[in-house]
């Protein structure tokens, strides 16, 4: 595990460096923890979105689709909501979404991410400040399945160098 996390903490420096590259590090860890997507957000006080990078062809336009539709909002959001309130770098993953109460808005977003086929996965906060937040996740289809221990290892392993690369770039510009 150990090579595969220095080749993917040098994809994100690169990334950070470079400025175009962040799809092209998300998917590698995606194919590295054989999941269909990863992404890399960040939300402001607002709740909408500064930016939302999500790998192997989801459109833009998709994205956009999805946060207009509770996306964004910790109400609707199962992922958000999770993770609310917890420190960087915590995993939350399948079992903790299956604990958010079944409301409306729990159910119109697994709805959503049913349609998408990111129903799985796992994420982190990478960042948490008084203007925002930045989070890392896996999102994984029913043909991938829930994420394993060892898949979510990995991810958790490559989460602070994908934090330092987002550091960098914002140092950068």
Avoid at 28 to 42: I, M, N
Avoid at 68 to 87: F, I, Q
Avoid at 90 to 103: C, F, K, M
């Amino acid at each position: 595990m150990q090579s595969v996390v220095v080749e993917l903490a040098g994809l994100f420096a690169q990334a950070a460096v470079d400025g175009t590259q962040w799809l092209t590090a998300l998917q590698a860890l995606a194919d590295a923890t054989r999941s269909t997507r990863a992404q890399l957000v960040g939300f402001g006080e607002d709740n909408m979105s500064w930016f939302n990078w999500v790998t192997n062809g989801h459109p833009p336009e998709a994205v956009a689709a999805f946060e207009r539709s509770l996306g964004t909002d910790p109400r609707g959001n199962t992922r958000r909501r999770v993770s609310l309130g917890d420190p960087l770098f915590t995993l939350r993953s399948e079992d903790d979404y299956g604990a958010v109460p079944n409301d409306a808005f729990s159910r119109r977003y697994r709805e959503l991410c049913h349609a998408a086929e990111m129903l799985h996965g796992c994420q982190t906060t990478l960042s948490q400040t008084a203007d925002g937040q930045v989070g890392l996740a896996l999102l994984r289809s029913d043909s991938d399945g829930v994420s394993s221990g060892e898949q979510r290892a990995l991810f958790m392993a490559v989460a602070p160098h994908v934090r330092n690369a987002v550091v960098l770039q914002r140092a950068i510009e």
